[in-house]
């Protein structure tokens, strides 16, 4: 088995999931602020150290996926980042697209950029320890989008991507997001979201990528956020499912992004998805889902960082519990 095979199947183990801690500079300073933290590389570095230093996080976490700054940051007793994740028992991951940005020729539509120069800094990572890379594609939807050309741009950049981290000897986590922006209804949803990885496993297999060596983390079959009317847990998981069943089997696993949804919200969907029967593991890789009440609780003070981490542990504890269900709801 390759090592991007052993290290993806690690990424889904049972019970486990992401942790998404990968914001740029500028929105995590901006979450900052809101919190009423100054904004400054220390405050990040150490909010950055609170999440990952929380006790027993092994336990439902697999991974954490860093930013370019974090991974290059230390923890306060002068160990990097990569070297005290992997000694709690955690896969330290990079971020490393460099952001979506308006596509020329595709008014509304963006494309994400960063692969000039990606295989020497998927080297550099490397060194420094990250055993997987992610990049994020957005697809927004609208009664005319996305169309053809925008959805195969980032269908490109993506399996480019992926191709790159596999040739390093990176697990790529392959991110095409469909947007909850807007007021479509989960139908339309989940129209796009099936076009769009049926682009995106077309480029894959065009790039050699193997998919037993990747992790999809896609958006969940759901509504736009002003949609009139909210869909159910069992809604939501069927509509999901059934728009991934056109997946190779032999993909690691998926992993969901929490998208804007509610915390409550991203972990009943979750694990309502359990019971539904799939060749490959459903997890989390969330984001704001798992960090926002971390956040909230601690809001800068040093003598906070126990709330933060309980807060982050609860949420943790709770998609861990979500994804577990797997086993007791499919029973070998």
Not at 113 to 138: M, Q, S, T
Not at 142 to 170: F, K, M, V
Not at 172 to 177: A, D, G, S, Y
Not at 255 to 273: D, I, K, V, Y
């Amino acid at each position: 088995m390759s090592t991007c095979r052993k290290v993806a199947a690690q990424m889904v183990a049972p019970g486990k999931g992401i942790l998404a801690a990968d914001e740029s500079i500028g929105t995590m300073s901006s979450r900052l602020e809101k919190a009423g933290v100054e904004p400054t590389a220390e405050n990040r570095r150490a909010y950055r150290e609170l999440l990952t230093s929380t006790p027993n996080l092994a336990e439902g976490v697999s991974g954490i996926i860093f930013c370019d700054e974090t991974l290059h940051q230390q923890f306060a007793d002068g160990r990097p980042f990569a070297e005290a994740v992997r000694a709690l028992g955690i896969l330290p991951g990079i971020k490393v697209d460099t952001g979506a940005k308006a596509c020329p020729g595709l008014l509304g539509e963006k494309i994400t950029e960063g692969l000039d120069g990606l295989p020497d800094r998927l080297v550099h990572y490397a060194e420094l320890g990250a055993a997987f890379a992610k990049w994020r594609a957005v697809i927004a939807i609208t009664d005319t989008l996305p169309s053809e050309a925008g959805i195969r741009a980032n269908a490109h950049a993506l399996a480019r991507y992926a191709a790159a981290c596999q040739e390093a000897g990176i697990v790529p986590i392959v991110e095409p997001e469909v947007l909850m922006d807007g007021g479509h209804s989960l139908s339309r949803c989940a129209e796009v979201t099936a076009t769009v990885h049926a682009a995106v496993f077309a480029e894959l297999a065009a790039f050699s990528v193997d998919p037993a060596g990747i992790v999809l983390k896609p958006n969940m079959v759901i509504e736009g956020a002003g949609h009139s009317e909210q869909s159910s847990a069992e809604q939501v998981a069927e509509a999901t499912v059934e728009v991934l069943r056109a997946l190779p089997d032999e993909l690691a696993g998926v992993a969901f992004l929490s998208g804007g949804q509610s915390p409550q919200r991203a972990t009943a969907n979750l694990a309502s998805m359990q019971g539904l029967r799939t060749p490959w593991p459903l997890t989390f890789s969330f984001g704001r889902a798992l960090v926002d009440p971390a956040l909230a609780a601690w809001a800068g003070d040093p003598g906070r960082v126990a709330e933060g981490q309980a807060a982050l542990a609860e949420r943790v504890a709770a998609n861990a519990a979500a994804v577990r269900r797997r086993a007791e709801l499919q029973p070998a």
